[in-house]
């Protein structure tokens, strides 16, 4: 991952001209500059601690260069970016430790814990909700605990369809090893390319092929997890009865009271076909309406596509649905909705799926709107660098709520963002994950980058979940809670539930070293 931008560094590159100029007419652009190579804090900790580290892993596995240091200093939020763009680096680990299995993971919590050192656990370095920002004070220092060496599948059953795998697993290199013995996992969330296993796990990701695959939690039959307090071993059978979950402790906890270090997984046979196909429909309401009776028609025939998506007349209009550029070639008008199937019953499913929604007043548009979905899919966040690079701040926040409060929490939303941000503020949405009840909104927003971009959003970001807390909704369906939302967690889970937190906390991690600050209120 690039320090200062998103993912690849060979994918970066300016906005096309055709697309700079429809971006300079609605914002007018100004090209930026970004503080490449800017100095890091030197590091905190102090050599004792450095020495008991190195003699759990090796010299080679305890890092203190400024490169490792500065590839692991926040994560990917648009806020992230402007900071370390603008050379602000000062949430840098004192170093970089790279355990290379379940017990290098538990010695150095052990180190940790005897010289009070903060530990963040590190993925893929994607959280977008300041996940990875741990608080320093009161602490000898901190360190980025980088799973990247724990990469095996330790184990494949064909029989119970389930698989092991380790944290530092990427998307794509878990797909693949799954491949090879004809599996999937079928999750693919936005930032499927860079995070990994664990992060999917520790921050209850949701995949873009959630209507026929699942989130991933509800994929996750078991977990062994790293405490302060000794290891913790979660999930010895398909279900049970025996209590409550414990395994929910964990999935979504963000390494604030364990590491994960493997996830079994319920696995499926890889496909035999995938097609995507492209809808219209008059109105968002429509389009709505439509994704709502398809769900709750699928949740009980069981023939729900496995991606469906809708874009509000604004989204559309731009052609963002297709997460690729601005401009193009967009639907006629109204709203644009991709539908995916996948499976070995497509035919079946898609003619079932097609009347549900021509009866809907659907229009198809055919499969090659699916294919130039399927093709940009990972690309949004590549466009956002190239319009933070002439000015323009754009990011994202979501939401979920019931069906029946949908338009009010849409409404909301989108009232409070451009409320805060001004008239030349373009707002988007979609849908993007369905269920039976209710269904995720996902907001896009666009602004010209004011005097202090990161307090315009934060100004924005505050406003927006302060209306989806009002009307009901969630203050985050598949981003976690990080440092970002931890402020508004005690409206939706109330005083309680954070006693509960807190008391998870107190027992799992006592001197309070994983990820302090991150979750717990």
Not at 147 to 157: N, S
Not at 269 to 279: D, F, I, K, S
Not at 386 to 402: I, P, Q
């Amino acid at each position: 991952m690039h320090p200062t931008r998103w993912g690849d560094p060979a994918q970066a590159g300016p906005l096309p001209s055709a697309t700079r100029e429809l971006v300079e007419l609605a914002f007018g652009v100004h090209d930026t500059t970004v503080a490449e190579g800017a100095a890091l804090p030197a590091p905190g900790l102090a050599e004792s601690v450095l020495a008991d580290l190195r003699a759990v892993l090796g010299d080679e596995h305890v890092r203190t260069d400024d490169e490792s240091r500065r590839l692991r200093t926040r994560g990917k939020s648009t806020p992230d970016l402007l900071r370390a763009r603008a050379g602000d680096l000062t949430d840098a680990p004192d170093a970089v430790v790279r355990p290379g299995d379940h017990d290098d993971v538990v010695a150095l919590l052990e180190v940790a814990v005897r010289h009070h050192v903060a530990v963040v656990p590190f993925g893929g370095g994607t959280s977008v909700t300041g996940g990875l920002v741990a608080r320093r004070e009161g602490y000898a220092g901190v360190v980025s605990l980088d799973l990247g060496r724990l990469t095996a599948v330790r184990e494949i059953d064909e029989v119970s369809m389930t698989a092991v795998l380790e944290p530092g697993l990427r998307g794509p290199e878990a797909e693949a090893r799954l491949a090879e013995h004809r599996l999937t996992l079928g999750h693919y969330p936005q930032s499927f390319e860079f995070a990994t296993i664990g992060g999917f796990a520790a921050t209850r990701s949701s995949g873009q092929s959630s209507a026929g695959y699942g989130r991933f939690d509800a994929l996750v039959v078991g977990l062994t997890v790293a405490t302060p307090q000794g290891t913790w071993e979660l999930g010895t059978s398909p279900a049970n009865a025996a209590g409550p979950d414990l395994r929910q402790l964990v999935l979504g906890s963000e390494g604030a009271f364990g590491v994960i270090t493997a996830v079994r997984v319920r696995v499926r046979r890889l496909p035999a076909e995938r097609v995507y196909e492209g809808w219209q429909f008059g109105s968002f309401a429509a389009g709505t309406e439509a994704i709502r009776t398809l769900a709750q028609a699928g949740a009980r025939s069981g023939l729900m596509p496995t991606v469906l998506r809708l874009s509000d007349e604004s989204e559309t209009a731009l052609n963002l649905a297709s997460q690729s550029d601005v401009g193009g070639a967009a639907a006629d008008g109204g709203c644009l909705m991709i539908v995916g199937h996948e499976g070995a019953d497509v035919a079946d499913r898609r003619a079932a799926v097609t009347a549900a929604l021509e009866a809907a007043g659907g229009t198809p548009l055919g499969e090659e709107r699916g294919a130039a979905w399927e093709q940009g899919r990972f690309h949004a966040p590549y466009l956002r660098d190239s319009m933070l690079d002439v000015g323009v701040t754009v990011e994202t926040l979501e939401t979920a709520t019931f069906w029946s409060r949908v338009p009010q929490v849409y409404a909301a939303v989108r009232q409070a963002l451009a409320g805060t941000l001004g008239e030349r503020a373009i707002v988007l949405c979609h849908v993007s994950h369905v269920y039976e009840t209710g269904c995720s909104l996902y907001f896009t927003v666009a602004v010209p980058g004011g005097d202090d971009p990161v307090e315009q959003w934060r100004s924005a970001k505050s406003a927006a979940t302060e209306a989806m807390v009002a009307a009901g909704a969630t203050i985050t369906h598949h981003h976690a809670v990080g440092t970002d939302h931890r402020p508004w967690l005690e409206r939706e889970i109330g005083p309680l539930g954070v006693r509960v937190l807190r008391a998870v906390k107190d027992e799992l991690d006592p001197t309070g070293v994983l990820n302090p600050g991150v979750l717990v209120p």
